[in-house]
């Protein structure tokens, strides 16, 4: 068995760390590929030597200047690869662009052979996991990648329903659970040792911890400001900060706006360790990413969605998360229920044991 894994993002190699170290540890035969989609180091490369993960066989240096270019570049690279190492599977994980890019390298691979076994397997890790808006780029990605793949793997009953609701019938799909929880119980001795309370002169449940990255929220600076408005009311009402570790597209528009409020601390972006120490220890949780959102369900912090849908629809129905949007009232009202201790305390899904990866990995030797 030989497998080739796509991957670049910080989330995808946070998710997919505990599942190199496996196939790592069981010996099997894996190479990696870098698109460098994420080319700060902040943002990617670092997260390869915390994770302890061996340096990608192969890094392609795709300009994301635009889409077009990405892709283009991308898929021609990966396909180039896949004929020189002909591997059984290919692996992505989740929604980005790199992991349709790598989707769609195997995909015109294997246009190329009339029999099975000379195909790749492309395996979708954290697969049927749907907003149901299509506005969103990574919805779009989410449906090819699904669609394409041949192998899935959702994480939960919600998601293998989705799988089912779009009649994908001729693939292998299994539950198992969600590698995140994986990745935090294997660093969270790591986690609990840090020391960025001290470097930021922080109390423990003192702060909110705010994350804000997507389009909707940072390119329209109207919803900017608004939301920037409605964090320093809260903020001045119950004098606690909120620490901002800022995304390079998020820093952009705060260039143009100009912010100053002494309760609204900007940091660079994070290391794994110190920001979910940061989650750990907040008193809340403000974001607009939904990888955040399962996160503060695993520790069981309460989370305040800035969007007006998920496409993880279990850390509201099952974990911490709350779906408020940009909506003051919203906010305000949820808000209330935390500070009156009436905020529900959520619980962790099935099969966020910290064993996805093994299930995983299981399941592609026994194919």
């Known amino acids: 068995m030989k497998i080739c894994i796509v991957l670049s993002t910080r989330p995808e190699i946070i998710k997919l760390a505990p599942l190199i170290k496996l196939l790592k540890l069981k010996k099997e035969n894996f190479f990696l590929i870098n698109t460098n989609q994420h080319y700060l180091n902040m943002m990617s490369n670092i997260f390869f030597k915390y994770f302890n993960i061996p340096h990608p066989k192969y890094n392609i240096k795709a300009s994301a200047k635009t889409h077009g270019i990405f892709f283009s570049k991308t898929i021609k690279e990966i396909e180039k690869i896949l004929f020189k190492e002909k591997p059984n599977f290919l692996i992505v994980q989740g929604d980005t662009n790199t992991a349709l890019a790598g989707c769609l390298a195997a995909s015109l691979y294997n246009r190329k052979f009339s029999t099975k076994y000379k195909k790749i397997k492309v395996v979708h890790v954290e697969s049927g996991l749907r907003s149901f808006d299509d506005k969103m780029p990574e919805e779009v990605n989410r449906k ?39 990745t935090i119980k294997m660093y969270l001795p790591k986690i609990k040792k840090n020391k960025i309370l001290n470097k930021l002169n922080l109390r423990r449940k003192n702060f909110f911890l705010l994350t804000l990255h997507r389009p909707e929220s940072v390119d329209n600076i109207k919803n900017l400001i ?53 989650v750990k220890n907040s008193f809340a949780v403000f974001t607009d990413s939904g990888g955040i959102t399962e996160e503060t369900t695993v520790f069981g912090i309460p989370c305040f969605t800035l969007r007006d849908n998920t496409e993880r629809p279990e850390t509201v129905l099952i974990g911490t998360n709350q779906l408020v949007g940009i909506n003051p009232k919203k906010i305000k009202f949820y808000l209330n229920d935390l500070l009156s201790g009436n905020i529900k305390k959520g619980s962790i899904p099935e099969l966020w044991d910290g064993k996805a990866a093994e299930r995983i990995v299981k399941k592609l030797i026994s194919l």
């Open 144 to 182: 090819l990648i699904d669609h394409l793949s041949n192998i899935l793997f959702p994480p939960t009953d919600i998601d293998l329903k989705n799988l089912k609701n779009e009649n994908i019938k001729d693939k292998k799909i299994y539950k198992v659970g969600n590698t995140i929880s994986d």
């Open 226 to 278: 608004k939301l920037l408005f409605i964090f320093q009311k809260i903020s001045n009402k119950l004098n606690k900060q909120f620490i901002f570790p800022v995304h390079p597209r998020t820093r952009k528009s705060l260039k143009k706006i100009g912010i100053s409020h002494e309760r609204l601390v900007l940091t660079e972006p994070l290391g794994y360790l110190e920001f979910n120490f940061l």
